[in-house]
């Protein structure tokens, strides 16, 4: 199968331009979905390792350990579906308060000598009303296969100080549906986005989301939403400590980390074009990340690893480091179709244990 894709399909789908070719992509998934009980029994074969137990995490149980990156699936289109290509969790958005278009003109591009994306799409999305309806229509929290995680972001024409409220909005509009929610404040491409990082904006920021979780599951009766926190490849290790005591002063979940890195190798003067790096050159510095992290939290701290996974045992290293689970996209474009499929197989192996 991997020699189909290697050898077929990406030929031919890297002949199209980088967003075509993803919404072929997205096609193929929706066509799938259409298919009766075959997606069923596709997820039945790549999503469950056999004899591998479900792995537990910010109180949710996720049938493997890998999961789809935000930005695959940023209109709400095909989750219920991703199962089937061996996603054991999709995260869908990023969402914004307001719908918008994103970025005009040429807004992705790959580099297969490097296995490397770079893209700069400024979040267009359908915006939080509209996803909500979508997310209405699809498969109920508790009845699902796989954890749904909701990742939201900033409007572009919402002001850096009333991010909080854009933030706030989205999360009252999409909390109903989400297994988890992902805080996002480190895509390179809304500008002004990353100072969301910076102590002050995050202290207030983290604090009203987690004011309004707690008041909706109060009232409700519900356990409050798992709330995670999307970090930059780019802080200082001064920044990763100031972030680590904010998320556990909050409450917050847990982090994933990485994004997108603003940071070009300099042995790689090809990649050029402005925007978030993504794949094989970013799978050191998303390592790096993680394994502070996990140090300086002495592990109290869960977090998803993602960044340049294009290889089983890249996904590995992110569990050697202490993740918990992991993300890909990049490796997706790279290893096709099912290389989530294969990376949970072999991270089940690797969870094993001697008896
Ligand atoms: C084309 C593209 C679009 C992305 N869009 C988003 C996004 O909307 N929100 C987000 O949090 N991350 C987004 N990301 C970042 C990915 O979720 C992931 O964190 C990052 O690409 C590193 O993983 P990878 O090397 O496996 O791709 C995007 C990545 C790519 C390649």
Redesign the pocket.
């Known amino acids: 199968m991997d020699y189909l894709y290697e050898y077929l399909a990406r030929p031919c789908l890297f002949r199209l331009d980088p967003e075509v070719a ?1 919404n072929r992509a997205l096609t193929g998934l929706k066509l799938l979905s259409k298919l009766g009980p075959i997606p069923r029994l596709m997820e039945r074969r790549n999503m469950i390792v056999p004899g591998a137990a479900p792995v537990e995490a910010f109180g949710l149980k996720f049938p493997n350990r890998v999961g789809l ?4 699936d ?1 209109h709400a289109d095909v989750w219920p579906v991703c199962g089937a290509l061996g996603f054991g969790h999709t ?1 869908i ?2 969402i914004t308060q307001h719908a918008q278009p994103g970025n005009e003109g040429l807004r ?1 591009f790959r580099y297969p000598q490097y296995e490397a ?1 770079v ?1 700069r ?1 400024g ?1 267009p999305n359908i915006g939080a009303d509209a996803a909500a309806e979508k997310l209405a229509k699809g498969p109920k929290k508790g009845t699902r296969t796989a954890p749904l995680g909701v ?1 939201i ?1 900033k409007s572009k024409k919402t002001e850096l100080a009333d991010a909080p409220a854009d933030y706030l909005y989205s999360f009252a509009k999409l909390a109903e549906f989400a297994d988890y929610m ?1 805080v ?1 404040i ?2 390179p491409n809304t500008p002004g986005l990353r100072q969301l990082q910076d102590k002050d904006h995050l202290v207030t920021l983290l604090n009203e989301l987690m004011k309004a979780n707690r008041e909706r599951a109060a009232k409700l009766g519900e356990k409050p939403v798992p709330f995670l926190l ?1 970090i930059a490849p780019d802080l200082t290790f001064g920044q990763m400590d100031e972030i680590l005591a904010v998320v556990a002063e909050s409450g917050f979940d847990g982090i ?1 980390a ?3 890195t603003l940071d070009r190798p300099a042995s790689m003067p090809e990649l050029h074009n402005q925007g ?1 790096l ?2 094989k050159p ?2 050191e510095k ?1 390592l790096g990340v993680v394994k502070y992290l996990v140090k300086a939290s002495d592990g109290k701290i869960p977090v998803i690893g ?4 294009c290889r089983v045992a890249d996904a590995g290293r992110f569990l050697d480091e202490g993740a918990v689970l992991v ?5 997706l474009v790279y290893r096709g179709p099912f290389f989530a499929r294969d990376c949970a197989r072999a991270l089940a192996w690797h969870d094993q244990k001697w008896v």
């Open positions: 993803h990156a935000a930005g695959f940023k995260e958005g990023t992705v994306v893209n799409y979040f990742n972001g992902v996002n480190s895509s999307k994933i990485t994004n997108t978030g993504s794949g970013l799978l998303s993602s960044g340049g996974i993300q890909l996209y990049s490796g």
